[in-house]
Every structure is written in C-alpha cells, then in structure tokens.
C-alpha cells in the first residue's frame, strides 16, 4: 500500500469515525442507556455493598455497552440512508477507511457504554463485578461491537448478503471460541452467562435489524428488545447445571 | 496534474436499465461531447429529464458511460488523486444532520488531507463570501435549505478544487445569495479553477459561463459560445425565400446563429443595432432572398426556448 492511499485510509476513518460519534453522542441514547443501566441496577435490589458480586451486574455492564453499540450502528443507517455516506465516497474517500472509521467508533461507543454503566454502579454505592469479570466482558464488548459493525460495514466494499454472512459466521466462531478464552477458574454461573451472550448476539441483531428496519419502532424500544432476548437467553444459560442434573436425573 | 483539459467528454452515452419488467431502458445521455478548461465556467442548461445531473454525475464518477469517453485531467480513469481535485456540490445537499457547520466544512476539509490550520484562511474566505458566519455554530438539521445550499458549496470548495461541479446549486438560493455564489465561482475560474454548473437559472448562467451548452433529452441541442454570450441584440431574418443551399450559407456565415422555424436569429455583439446596409453586405450571393424582419433584444430564454422546439422537430 502505497503511503498516498495510508494516508487516505486514515483520513477517512478518522472523518467517519467523527461524523458517527458526534451523532450517537447527540442523538438521546446515551441517555437511554444511562436509564437502562440504572433501572437494571435497582432491579438486582437484594445486593448490598460487600456482598458477593451479583453476575446481573455483569449483564448490566454487558447490556449497556451493546445497547451503546446498537445506538451506534444506527447512526451507520442514518448516515447511509440520508446521501451523507455517498457524498463522502464520491469525495473520493475509500469504502474501507469508511467501514474502519465507523467499527471503530462503534467500539468506542461501546467503550464508554461500559465505563458509563460502571460508573453508575459505583455512584449507587455498589460493589462492581471484579476485575477480572469486568475485563473479560468490555473485551466481549468490544469484540461484539467492533465484529458487528466492521460486518455490518464491511457491506460498503463487499455484496451485502456475503458481509451479513461473514458476520453472523464471526459471531458463531467468536461465541465458542471466547468460551474456551475464558481463564481457568471463571465460575461456571460467569462461564454461561458469557457464552449465553454471545449466542444470543445473532438473534437479537437480525430481531433488532428487523424491528427497526419494518416496525420503525424507537431506539429505546430495540434495546429493550435487545436486553429482553439476551436475558431470557442468559437466564436459561445461568440454570443450565441445573437443566442439566435434572434432565440427567429424568433420564 | 498535466495541462489537458479538466474534464473531457467524448460522444459519452449513458443507458439506465429498465426499472421495470416490460419497461424500456432510459437513455440518460445520447452522444455528448463537451470539453471544460481551466479557468473556463461552462454551463449547463436543459428542461427536467433532460440528462444534467446524469451528466453531472458522470463527471464526478458515480456513473460509467454505456459508451464514450470521460477524461479527468488528461486521464481515462478517475484516479484517488483526482478525485481529491474535484469540488461536487450535489442537486441535494447530502450532509450529516448532526454535525455543526463548522464541523461538516472541517469533516471535508480533513478528507482532503489538509488540516484545519492549512485551510483555516480559505474557510474563512468561504464563510465570508457565503454567508454562513451565523451559523457556523449551529447544526445542520437545524438550518434553512438555503442555508444547507450554501455550506454544500463551501464544503465543495474548501480544499481549493481544480474541478467544480455545481448540480443546480443556484435553485434553492435567496437572490443575495444566487448573486454571491455566482460571484464566488467566477473567482474560483480566475483562481484557475475549471467550473461546470447545471441550472434552470438562464439569467444566472448568462451572466456567469463563458459557454453554454443546452440539453435535450441526452443530447446537445444547442452551444452558445463566448460571442453568442455577449450579444446584446438579436437579428432576426426570415428565410422563407431561401433554397435549402440559401439557408446553409446564411447560417455559415453568421456563426452562432440558429433556426428558428422560419426565421434565423442571429446574435449581434456590436454595442450599435445593425442597419440594413451592414447586415446585407454581409449576406452570402445565395441567401440575398432573406428578409431583415426586426432586431430584438438577445434572450437566453428565446434561444433555450428555440433549441427544445427545433430538438423536437428533429427527433
């Protein structure tokens, strides 16, 4: 690669990367996932400070940073379907550096989603998951967010049906294979409940995709459909020894 | 970049496939050529459908010609570095609601590669000459479309292009506004800039381009030359009389002139009306039948008007 085109590359990454976070960080959803937050927050009420980690708390952080990344992705759509995009690429910037720009902002949404939901934890008074969960899951986060979206965007230089293939195939291999990432030693309740998450990626992005895109439904409305299917997902997940001994004992 | 023309067209063609089953393809453009310099404003009139914004948009290389050729600074292909010479300021402004004015000109500042402290004086220049220091601060899906107009020309030419394409940039404009623009893109073509603007402004493009080239349904119906631009009276002769061979040589010899049915108009740039003994003593032997009907005032519309009904006629 030429430096010419490097630098091109950057350029226009950094300018679609701009244009998207100015959008999600004006458009109300930070504000939406700040009230998710907290609403799923005082929803695990029984906790007190010192108390054993709750792993809802895991799901909080994990469902505020994947709502972040959901207002994001909708920025993508809004800038697609208002010309924006088509003026930039006919500015000459290439369709990669686009699709760069926009993953990597969707990453740093999803980034500070995480740091938001945190800090409301600790605002609140609670003990936070440890470090080592709160790691493992703003990777996830950010794994999530950036496959998603770089798929998502990878159809501006790819035919739409191959990058949505591409995609989904990314989430799959990327559930199974961040299972066996976890260290040694994660609690199975943590082990399921992540692995959960990442299976219920596929199915709450293609629900999302098709609420937003036929039902015209809110924001808001799509990541309480969001969070709706990946707690069932990860309730399920978390009773999964349970299901288990008792379809053993069945048999 | 070379000293070949800006932009080059060459008997491009442009077919849009059929939208619907049974339905026939759109021939969008039909064998035009055109040649746009630099420091040259040409202009680009024509009725709705008639093919400006496909040719636009050719220009700009989001379309393919069917066939013919496109050159781009001497070049058949529009290359990365090419495009970073171009100014498209589109029919729609396409501009992120969101952003701040100041952002959206800095957002296509920094795609060309310069920072905002390299062009910080041509932003300033452009928010001057268009207006828009009130409302650098505010968002864009806050703004008038007037307003939305005028920051898609400054974001076309804020990294000083060596080719601006204006797709009806004048139509959703105030007169002050239509009377600054066309200010700015003449001191962008002394800039040395190459300018090709489409409008239904005829007022505005006269007053503007150096040439103009009329389109109907895909083709050029009609070129107005620098000299035809400056006329300011228009002689009018009726060529009933005339043989076929009679006609030819009237035209041939007052260049820029057309037909009109039955009458030749004929643009006169002289400042002083044209009397009987100046015009006939330049009438070739063949067409002395033609008769001196009346001397009007030169009007782009009258000329528009006659292209689209003898482009008819032909068709």
């Given at each position: 690669m030429t430096a010419y085109r490097a630098q091109r590359l950057w350029l226009t990454s950094a300018a679609a990367g701009r244009i998207y976070w100015?959008?999600?960080?004006?458009?109300?959803?930070?504000?939406?996932?700040?009230?998710?937050?907290?609403i799923l927050c005082f929803?695990?009420?029984?906790?007190?400070?010192?108390?054993?980690?709750?792993?809802?708390?895991?799901?909080?952080?994990?469902?505020?940073?994947?709502?972040?990344?959901?207002?994001?992705?909708?920025t993508y759509e809004r800038l697609r379907?208002?010309?924006?995009?088509?003026?930039?690429?006919?500015?000459?910037?290439?369709?990669?550096?686009?699709?760069?720009?926009?993953?990597?902002?969707?990453?740093?949404?999803?980034?500070l989603a995480v740091a938001l939901a945190v800090m409301f934890l600790l605002l609140t008074g609670r003990t936070v998951v440890s470090a080592d969960t709160l790691i493992v899951l703003a990777g996830g986060c950010v794994a999530a967010a950036g496959t998603v979206t770089y798929a998502q965007c990878m159809s501006l230089v790819l035919p739409k049906d191959t990058a949505a293939v591409l995609g989904v195939l990314a989430l799959v291999f990327g559930a199974s294979a961040f299972d066996r990432w976890l260290p040694p030693g994660t609690p199975e309740s943590v082990r399921a409940l992540v692995h959960g998450l990442w299976s219920s990626i596929p199915t709450t992005y293609r629900l999302s995709q098709f609420a937003a895109g036929h039902a015209?439904?809110?924001?808001?409305?799509?990541?309480?459909?969001?969070?709706?299917?990946?707690?069932?997902?990860?309730?399920?997940?978390?009773n999964r020894p349970a299901l288990l001994a008792r379809t053993r004992s069945e048999g | 970049m070379s000293n070949a023309p800006a932009l080059v067209l060459r008997d491009v063609a442009v077919t849009y496939a059929a939208s619907a089953r049974g339905a026939q393809p759109v021939k969008a453009l039909r064998g035009v050529s055109l040649t746009v310099a630099a420091g040259q404003v040409l202009g680009l009139a024509g009725p709705n459908g008639a093919g400006k914004t496909s040719?636009?948009?050719?220009?700009?290389?989001?379309?393919?010609?069917?066939?013919?050729?496109?050159?781009?600074?001497?070049?058949?292909?529009?290359?990365?570095?090419?495009?970073?010479?171009?100014g498209f300021c589109p029919d729609v402004a396409l501009l992120p609601a969101t952003l701040r004015t100041s952002e959206a000109i800095s957002v296509f500042a920094a795609l060309s590669g310069l920072t905002m402290a390299a062009?910080?004086?041509?932003?300033?220049?452009?928010?001057?000459?268009?207006?828009?220091?009130?409302?650098?601060?505010?968002?864009?899906?806050?703004?008038?479309?007037?307003t939305v107009q005028r920051l898609s020309i400054a974001c076309a030419l804020v990294p000083s292009p060596a080719l601006v394409l204006c797709d009806e940039s004048f139509a959703p404009l105030d007169p002050v506004a239509?009377?600054?623009?066309?200010?700015?893109?003449?001191?962008?073509?002394?800039?040395?800039?190459?300018?090709?603007?489409?409008?239904?402004?005829?007022?505005?493009l006269g007053r503007l381009a150096d040439e103009i080239v009329v389109l109907n349904a895909g083709r050029v119906a009609r070129y107005a030359g620098p000299r035809v631009l400056e006329a300011k009276n228009c002689?009018?002769?009726?060529?009933?009389?005339?043989?076929?061979?009679?006609?030819?040589?009237?035209?041939?010899?007052?260049?820029?002139?057309?037909?009109?049915?039955?009458?030749?108009?004929?643009?006169?740039?002289?400042?002083?009306?044209?009397?009987?003994?100046?015009?006939?003593?330049?009438?070739?032997?063949?067409?002395?039948?033609?008769?001196?009907?009346?001397?009007?005032?030169?009007?782009?519309?009258?000329?528009?008007?006659?292209?689209?009904?003898?482009?008819?006629?032909?068709?």
């Open positions: 100015r959008r999600w960080i004006r458009s109300r959803d930070p504000l939406a996932v700040l009230v998710f937050a907290g929803y695990d009420a029984s906790a007190k400070a010192g108390d054993t980690p709750s792993p809802w708390w895991s799901i909080v952080v994990f469902l505020a940073a994947w709502s972040g990344f959901l207002a994001g992705y909708d379907s208002d010309g924006s995009l088509r003026l930039i690429v006919l500015r000459g910037a290439p369709r990669l550096g686009i699709a760069l720009g926009f993953a990597g902002a969707a990453t740093a949404t999803a980034l015209r439904v809110s924001n808001v409305a799509v990541m309480l459909l969001q969070a709706g299917v990946g707690l069932a997902a990860c309730g399920l997940l978390l | 040719l636009i948009e050719l220009c700009v290389g989001a379309l393919r010609p069917t066939s013919g050729a496109v050159e781009w600074f001497g070049r058949a292909r529009l290359e990365a570095r090419a495009k970073d010479q171009i062009v910080s004086r041509r932003v300033s220049y452009l928010v001057e000459r268009l207006d828009l220091a009130d409302s650098l601060s505010r968002r864009i899906g806050t703004l008038s479309r007037g239509q009377v600054a623009l066309r200010s700015l893109l003449h001191d962008e073509a002394a800039r040395g800039a190459a300018v090709l603007v489409s409008s239904h402004q005829l007022d505005q002689v009018v002769l009726g060529v009933e009389a005339l043989d076929a061979d009679g006609a030819v040589a009237l035209q041939t010899a007052f260049p820029g002139s057309w037909m009109a049915g039955d009458v030749l108009r004929v643009p006169w740039v002289a400042d002083d009306r044209p009397t009987v003994e100046t015009l006939f003593g330049r009438l070739p032997h063949n067409a002395r039948g033609a008769q001196l009907l009346r001397v009007e005032e030169f009007s782009l519309e009258q000329m528009f008007l006659d292209a689209l009904a003898s482009h008819e006629g032909d068709s």
